[in-house]
């Protein structure tokens, strides 16, 4: 196993794979728009047939989770119907396939940090959607690994913590939600998880323990507004901006969608099966914030 097909060409996991990938001794085939394109469902086989991977990472996902209540059938397209012809095209090759999903297929009730045997139900569109996708995954290749992980950050591309940043240098008070409680994840370490996945793979031949769901996220938990206060931290000794934070309620900030109170993931199985667990999401923070600063 050498060549892996990475999809969602640009964004912050598919970036950070480039990266992660090589040190573990794999070519990256990055893919994505307009040549690689669930939206258009003829593109897929021919790219595979011209990378001939050895596995697959599929990074590519509607992502927006406000205008998927907008546009359920768009985000069942990227989440869910795409993803399951890329596993038939995966399973045609006998060759393994990642795919990534997210802390949003729970409801957030638990109380306590969700194993992957707990039921999912999403409270909105995306978590559908990419629920959706998890299953059809698991159905289309015995080849199938999926990564369920939550509030991905990086350097670079569209996340919370660069909306922060900008947000802060532009205004003297920013409001943000304290009444949700997940694990921040920043996009290098979750890549290294995954290069560290495939190359025990590589190393052990696919096997049966390997196929099924596994939540791969930071150790640790804040909310959003302990998360705002520790970006900004962080960023000061660069000259980053420290504005006021206000703590609210998920009530008091319009947003379409409903999001999990408490989305926690519980990475226990990933650690007895790969022998992996991510570092604190704060270790993660301080490795993002030296790379948008000093890249």
């Known amino acids: ?42 593109s897929l ?24 209540e907008a546009d359920e059938a768009a985000a069942f397209r990227c989440n869910a119907l795409g993803p399951a012809l890329l596993a038939r095209l995966c399973a045609a090759r006998a060759i393994p396939l990642i795919h990534l999903s997210t802390d949003y297929v729970f409801d957030g009730r638990k109380g306590a940090p969700y194993a992957e045997e707990d039921a999912p139900a999403p409270l909105g569109a995306y978590g559908r959607t990419k629920l959706a996708g998890e299953w059809a995954v698991l159905a289309a ?86 998360f705002a206060e520790a970006i900004f931290a962080a960023a000061a000794p660069f000259g980053g901006p420290r504005p006021r934070l206000r703590p609210i309620a998920t009530g008091e900030f319009p947003a379409r969608a409903a999001r999990p109170a408490d989305g926690r993931l519980d990475c226990t199985r990933l650690a007895a099966v790969f022998g992996l667990r991510l570092p604190p999401w704060t270790s993660g923070l301080d490795r993002v914030v030296r790379a948008l600063y000093r890249p």
């Open 1 to 42: 196993m050498r060549r892996i097909l990475v999809t969602g060409r640009g964004g912050q996991l598919a970036t950070a794979l480039a990266a992660a990938l090589p040190a573990r001794g794999f070519l990256v085939l990055p893919a994505g728009r307009p040549d690689f394109d669930f939206d258009r469902p003829d």
């Open 45 to 68: 086989p021919g790219v595979l047939a011209a990378a001939a991977p050895d596995a697959v990472v599929n990074c590519a996902a509607w992502t927006e989770v406000d205008a998927a």
């Open 141 to 226: 290749t015995p080849q199938s690994l999926v990564l369920r992980t939550a509030w991905l950050f990086s350097a670079t591309g569209h996340n919370f913590l660069r909306t922060m940043l900008r947000l802060g240098a532009e205004r003297a008070e920013l409001a943000v939600v304290a009444d949700q409680r997940g694990n921040p994840t920043a996009a290098p370490d979750l890549a290294e998880a995954i290069a560290a996945i495939l190359a025990r793979i590589r190393e052990e031949g696919w096997q049966e323990r390997h196929r099924g769901v596994f939540h791969c996220a930071a150790e640790g938990s804040t909310t959003w507004h302990g």
